[in-house]
C-alpha cells in the first residue's frame, strides 16, 4: 500500500474532558477497603486506594429477578 490518505476529521468529533461512566468503564468496589473504583476496559485490577488486587464486580444495573417457580 502507498500514501495514506487518512483524512483528520475537523469539527466531527467534539472530545469531552469527562469521559466515562459510559464506555467501556467498570465499577469495582475492593474488597479491602470496600472503596468503588471505576476501571477502565483493559485497566489492571487494583484498588486506586489500598492497591488491593481484589475487586469485586459491581453491577450498575439492577439485579436480575430471579423466577420463583
Ligand atoms: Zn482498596
Same mark, same amino acid.
Given at each position: 500500500?502507498?500514501?495514506?490518505? /487518512?483524512?483528520? +476529521?475537523?469539527?466531527?468529533?467534539?472530545? =469531552?474532558?469527562?469521559?466515562?461512566?459510559?464506555?467501556?468503564?467498570?465499577? /469495582? =468496589?475492593?474488597?479491602?477497603?470496600?472503596? $468503588?473504583?471505576? *476501571?477502565? &476496559?483493559?485497566? +489492571?485490577? $487494583?484498588?486506586? &486506594?489500598?492497591?488491593? #488486587?481484589? *475487586? /469485586? &464486580?459491581? =453491577?450498575? #444495573? $439492577?439485579?436480575?429477578?430471579?423466577?420463583? $417457580?
Amino acid at each position: 500500500m502507498s500514501g495514506q490518505d /487518512y483524512e483528520a +476529521p475537523s469539527g466531527a468529533f467534539s472530545q =469531552r474532558d469527562d469521559v466515562a461512566a459510559s464506555s467501556g468503564t467498570m465499577i /469495582y =468496589r475492593c474488597g479491602d477497603c470496600a472503596v $468503588r473504583v471505576p *476501571l477502565e &476496559k483493559g485497566a +489492571p485490577i $487494583r484498588c486506586q &486506594k489500598c492497591g488491593a #488486587r481484589v *475487586l /469485586y &464486580k459491581e =453491577r450498575t #444495573r $439492577r439485579m436480575v429477578q430471579f423466577e420463583a $417457580r
